[in-house]
Every structure is written in structure tokens, then in C-alpha cells.
């Protein structure tokens, strides 16, 4: 199979199989999306969705979060990874949103990227799924789940994998190709041990072709055969 039919067979079959992929991220607003983007870094969003509601009751916007102290953030989120870290990440964002962009998020990945917290993946996030910008948000899933299926060819780090996915994607469908990935990733191509048995892409992909043929097909012949009367 070329890289071209690839690319197809998987666009194709995420389409038929899941068209409307979105972030399970709740949120209600630009604002909201971005603070919850911000604090599921190395963390779940089941447990973003958790703390959030509390948090955006006491800080709605970003003109209260920019007042807030340490004290005043740190309890609501402590639950999450790196609460410390994170809870002056959203101070200093949201003093930065008031600051220069008056309280509104701004909607380009070098402006975003200058916020506290925020890196290339989180700017990719919120330019994506706000704006509809045809960008590639590259986290453990994608990146995993791209490298096993051969969309991604060596790939040594996201930004790698990022430029690939963009240049072979059509530009329409780029952000809701970054929810196909990282959905396949979150409940079919586990990390430890994919679930082959019940992905619908095997025929294209490179990891099961070589790695897992061997043990998933004799599983499925032996779930197809009838019982005996």
C-alpha cells in the first residue's frame, strides 16, 4: 500500500466511522477551552472536566482569573498533575490576555504561544477547534497512533510529525483529523496493548501488518467460528 492509498483508506473509514469527532474537553467559550486545554497536559480530560466547572464558577472570565492569587486558584485545581505549575500558568495567562489582548483569546499559534502555558500543541488546540484553522495539534496519541498506523515516517519528535500529517491531510479536514487521532489513541490504539481486534484499520497499518498479525488474526478466526450443535 503506498503512502497516498494510506492516507486515503484512513480518511476514508474515519469518516464513515466517526465524522464528527470533537474534543471531550467541556467548555463554553474561547476562554474556557483554553484553560482546560492548558491543564490537561499530562493529564486526562476526565479529570479536567472534574475541577473546571468549580473553577470557571469563581473565575468566568479572564479578567478575574487575572486578579486572583495562588491561593485562590490552587484548591480548585490540585486534583490535576503539576497543580502548582499550572495554577500560575493560568494567573500569568489570563493577566497577559487583559494586558494585550483585552481579555479576548487571540487566534494565531505565534500569539498564543506567548501565553504562559502554552506551547505549540495547546496553540494548536484552540486555533483548530475555535477557529477552524487547518492545524495539527501533536500529543502522545497522535503521535503515537500516526507512527503505527505509517502516516508518520521517523519521526523523531511532534513538530516532525506534525509537518507530515499537514502535508498529507486534506487542509479541510486537518482539524477534525486531530480528534480521529487522538481518539483512535485514547480507546482503540492503547499504548500498551492495542486493541487490533476491534480496529477497522488494519488493513492499512503498517504496526499490525508486522507486529500484530501474528496473534490477532488467530484470535479472530477462532471468534468467527461457529459453535458446533
Request: glycine share 4%.
Amino acid at each position: 500500500m503506498t503512502k497516498k492509498e494510506r492516507y486515503e483508506f484512513v480518511i476514508d473509514w474515519f469518516q464513515k466511522n466517526n465524522p464528527n469527532a470533537e474534543t471531550e474537553l467541556h467548555y463554553e467559550n474561547p476562554y474556557q477551552l483554553l484553560v482546560s486545554v492548558i491543564l490537561s497536559a499530562q493529564c486526562t480530560d476526565k479529570r479536567v472536566n472534574m475541577v473546571t466547572p468549580a473553577l470557571f464558577q469563581k473565575f468566568p472570565g479572564p479578567e478575574t482569573l487575572a486578579k486572583a492569587e495562588f491561593e485562590d486558584v490552587e484548591p480548585l485545581i490540585k486534583s490535576v498533575s503539576f497543580a502548582n505549575n499550572k495554577t500560575r500558568h493560568l494567573i500569568g495567562m489570563a493577566k497577559m490576555l487583559m494586558e494585550k489582548y483585552n481579555g479576548e483569546v487571540p487566534g494565531t499559534v505565534d500569539e498564543l504561544v506567548e501565553l504562559p502555558g502554552v506551547g505549540r500543541k495547546t496553540a494548536n488546540v484552540i486555533t483548530s477547534v475555535i477557529f477552524d484553522q487547518p492545524n495539527m495539534a501533536v500529543d502522545t496519541h497522535v503521535f503515537r497512533v500516526s507512527a503505527r498506523i505509517g502516516l508518520t515516517v521517523n519521526a523523531k519528535n511532534p513538530l516532525q510529525a506534525e509537518k507530515q500529517l499537514i502535508a498529507n491531510i486534506p487542509e479541510e479536514l486537518v482539524h477534525v483529523a486531530h480528534h480521529w487521532l487522538i481518539l483512535h489513541g485514547r480507546y482503540i490504539c492503547v499504548a500498551r496493548r492495542p486493541k487490533c481486534e476491534l480496529c477497522g484499520l488494519r488493513p492499512a497499518c503498517k504496526y499490525y501488518q508486522t507486529d500484530m498479525k501474528y496473534i490477532v488474526e488467530p484470535e479472530l478466526k477462532q471468534a468467527k467460528k461457529k459453535p458446533k450443535a
